[in-house]
């Protein structure tokens, strides 16, 4: 799997899990790592512990250590002596590293260390002992018996199943009251405002105590809500306590790590830029407000940003640690802003110059980013809106504002230049617990009326508490045509990290891709082929097993007896899930195409071409198969490409498969930053010249060869890493030879962009290629790109 445009942050990397046994009596209850950072109140970063066992728990001689989210093998856990007890049903408070900012201290600390924690990933271990922990692992660390509890927050390779997500420099990670431990760090966990308890019971929240208006006092306070969000992205009252904001309830979100609701001015003023709505943040706490109330919040003003700040997403302005007095019931809401094809601006964003755009003034005629961010925290609506991204595991789902906005056949919206982001797109997501099925091309119909939210995941969203319903466009899977018997077809398939712990219904559905939809190709270019036990990180770098359970789905769903060829990874060197080892193959079919091997190809040996023959004009690979420079530091933590000879009708044609690496360091399209930096883009710079030199140098050994690159470029076809691929015309991307509209292979965040190609030299004439939607486009996927193949005379 890929990262496209638009995300901040790798979907691709699942770290593997550790799994304690979970407890009945000590357990770390929150973790608190933007203490003195901008915008928090408190002082210093925290651990806090909670025992939910009948007696106290004694720490004589245990500790609390932290490791870096992203550890090296050089990383060290930092470690705090802890001692005396827990009592029962209580906590024991941890005071770590103190920041340069915030206006108010912890309670009295039961211990005291020095540990400077992120605010935004990390991993915090509750240990039977002072020794510093040497598992860097979460297999490791699962399997240290000396760990009695661990929470990986943010983005933490350790952790528990998976990370606790919220935490940032304004809200800590934290368990709910009854200190449930199901060893799954982001069920047992929600972000939440800072709330540090010692083990004598002190602290209240912790950080300056929101004021408590009176319930005689029913004045508004001087503040509305268009002062706090004002006229740019961040708030001019960031930081600072507000008091008595009027509004009305006009959304609740009752469930999930970011609980609260939404107020709205109903005497608005008459500034475009300044939004009349704001989000109130309680945590885990479910709010005890009902839509309708008029209501007076005092709170501190935050700018939180989701994932973390160094993501680059946006932040949303919150009213954090609420105290809020209901003054009314049953009120009307403000009218909701419609949404229709006219509304959004075409420009997407301010051109900031690579910088944040943050301090600029909003301007929301101009920039469909600013007429959002005006709009933050108010009631908008849709009408009948065709769906551009389908409906992913939480039900949100894609639809365009503009329907003559770039739109492909099949009802998406294509993602043709990064000028041209589309800024009609707006991801639907519900608070009503209805959960939307939609496939692009269907309709979300009636009226669907929400609150506006920002997440690092999408951007700008509709928080739907009112949901249209899903009219079917009547989409349905392409099915390739098959080659002749004298055409050569060649394809790609990314499968999404398989391996045989999946389950056989997808190695069955992938088979009836390649046999049904694909028309079984003669070498298919495979990415994404895990380790024979996928995730486990214990060494194993084989995939005979995956492979052996694929071509057997695929002979029983009809397809050939394919055989195939690969070379394996050294352990942990090639980027992708964790302990996978992820590798491209090639299968192909023995009684169509037959490949020729030459032996001494591995890990870390360069195939060559080498000149043969009589007269030194026929050519070969001195291994096959095998790799590209696989010692290249263009290659570090990522795929290297697999160089295999293969003939076909007494035809030698070479085939190069690829996955270069992910988008996922890029900064999100949404984000602060325009246009967004494309951090990874640097090294599939690299990586395409090492493509291109290699089939630059066989050209000029024969010019006339035939060459197939394909497979997951991670990239689109008017970027630079393509460019530097088919520098020197040695290569021609086929995907530029379709119609423009239909450019795509991959589609995220309701952009339909491409991602996978198939490129062939000058040598081969006539290519027939097709990029074949049977997954990008649906709901109920096999895996989240579509296969592509290309058939040669």
Same mark, same amino acid.
């Given at each position: ?9 790798? /979907? ?29 109140? /408190? ?34 856990? %930092? ?25 108010? %201290? /912890? ?100 950080? @300056? ?116 007095? =209901? ?48 709009? @933050? ?149 495979? @990415? ?145 930053? %325009? ?77 339909? %962009? ?34 592509? =193949?290309?058939?040669?005379?």
């Amino acid at each position: 799997m890929a990262l496209p445009v638009g995300l901040a942050g790798s /979907l691709i990397a699942l770290p593997f899990t550790a799994q304690a046994t979970p407890s009945p009596d000590a357990v770390i209850s929150e973790v608190f790592g933007g203490g003195g950072n901008s915008g928090a109140t /408190l002082t210093n970063d925290f651990i806090e512990l909670g025992n939910a066992g009948d007696g106290p728990f004694d720490l004589t001689g245990w500790s609390v250590q932290y490791l870096s989210g992203s550890p090296t093998s050089s990383s060290k856990w %930092q470690v705090t002596e802890i001692k005396g007890a827990i009592p029962a049903g209580g906590s024991y408070l941890v005071e770590e590293a103190k920041g340069a900012g915030g206006d108010t %201290q /912890l309670p009295t600390a039961d211990a005291t260390g020095t540990i400077a924690m992120s605010a935004s990933s990390g991993t915090v271990a509750l240990v039977r002992s002072t020794t510093p922990l040497t598992c860097l692992t979460a297999a490791d660390c699962a399997a240290d018996t000396s760990v009695k509890d661990l929470v990986g927050f943010g983005t933490a390779t350790v952790r528990e199943n998976t990370p606790a997500t919220g935490a940032d420099n304004t809200h800590s990670v934290a368990r709910n009251a009854a200190l449930a431990d199901t060893d799954n760090n982001s069920a047992d966990f929600t972000g939440a405002t800072p709330s540090p308890r010692n083990s004598a019971g002190a602290g209240d929240g912790g950080g @300056e105590p929101s004021p408590t208006p009176s319930p005689t006092n029913t004045t508004p306070g001087e503040l509305r809500i268009r002062d706090i969000q004002g006229t740019t992205r961040i708030s001019p009252q960031a930081g600072k306590t507000v008091t008595n904001v009027p509004g009305v309830v006009t959304a609740i979100r009752a469930t999930g790590s970011s609980r609260g609701f939404w107020i709205q001015d109903t005497a608005p003023d008459k500034d475009p830029a300044t939004s009349e709505g704001v989000f109130v943040f309680t945590g885990s706490a479910t709010p005890q407000v009902k839509v309708g109330d008029s209501v007076l919040v005092s709170a501190k003003v935050v700018e939180y940003y989701p994932g973390g700040q160094s993501g680059g997403a946006q932040s949303l302005t919150e009213l954090s640690g609420p105290t809020t007095v =209901v003054l009314s019931s049953g009120n009307p809401l403000p009218a909701a802003e419609v949404i229709d094809a006219r509304t959004l601006p075409e420009t997407y964003a301010p051109d900031g110059k690579g910088l944040s755009i943050e301090p600029l003034a909003l301007k929301p005629d101009t920039y469909a980013l600013d007429w959002f961010e005006s709009r @933050e925290g108010m009631l908008i609506q849709v009408g009948d809106s065709r769906v551009v991204g389908a409906s992913n595991a939480y039900g949100e789902t894609w639809v365009t504002t503009k329907p003559k906005q770039n739109p492909t056949p099949r009802g998406g919206t294509v993602y043709p230049s990064y000028d041209e982001a589309n800024s009609g797109r707006l991801v639907i997501a519900s608070l009503t617990g209805e959960k939307l099925a939609a496939n692009v091309g269907d309709t979300l119909t009636g009226t669907t009326t929400g609150a506006l939210d920002y997440s690092s995941y999408g951007g700008y969203g509709l928080q739907a508490s009112t949901l249209g319903k899903v009219t079917s466009g009547g989409l349905k899977p392409e099915v390739a045509k098959k080659g002749k018997s004298d055409e050569l077809s060649v394809a790609t398939y990314n499968v999404e990290n398989l391996d045989p712990t999946d389950p056989q219904a997808k190695f069955d559905r992938l088979a009836e891709g390649v046999v049904k939809n694909l028309a079984t190709p003669d070498i298919v270019s495979l @990415e994404e082929i895990q380790d024979n036990n996928g995730a486990k990180d214990d060494g194993t770098v084989a995939a005979d097993k995956t492979l052996a359970q694929f071509v057997a789905a695929i002979q029983a769903a009809g397809g050939p007896a394919y055989d195939w060829r690969a070379v394996d990874p050294a352990d942990k060197t090639d980027g992708g899930e964790p302990g996978g080892n992820i590798r491209n193959v090639f299968l192909f079919n023995p009684k169509r195409v037959s490949f020729v091997d030459r032996p001494g190809g591995d890990a870390t040996t360069a195939t060559e071409v080498v000149t043969t023959g009589k007269h030194g004009k026929d050519i070969t690979l001195s291994v096959s198969p095998g790799r590209i420079n696989p010692t290249s530091d263009a290659w570090k933590s990522s795929r290297k490409p697999l160089v295999g000879e293969f003939t076909f009708r007494g035809e030698q044609v070479f085939v190069i498969g690829n996955h270069f690496n992910s988008k996922g360091g890029d900064q999100p399209l949404h984000g602060a930053f %325009q246009p967004p930096v494309l951090g990874s883009e640097a090294q599939r710079l690299t990586q395409a010249k090492e493509v291109n030199d290699f089939v630059t140098g066989l050209l000029a050994k024969d010019k006339k060869a035939k060459v197939v690159v394909l497979g997951d470029l991670n990239d689109y076809q008017f970027s630079k890493p393509l460019t530097t691929l088919t520098r020197g015309g040695v290569l021609v991307d086929l995907m530029n030879k379709l119609p423009k509209n239909e450019r795509y292979s991959y589609v995220y965040d309701g952009n339909s %962009q491409t991602l996978d190609h198939i490129l062939v030299s000058p040598g081969i004439k006539n290519p027939d290629y097709d990029v074949v939607h049977i997954n990008a486009e649906f709901a109920d996927q096999a895996s989240d790109h579509d296969p592509q =193949v290309v058939r040669i005379k």
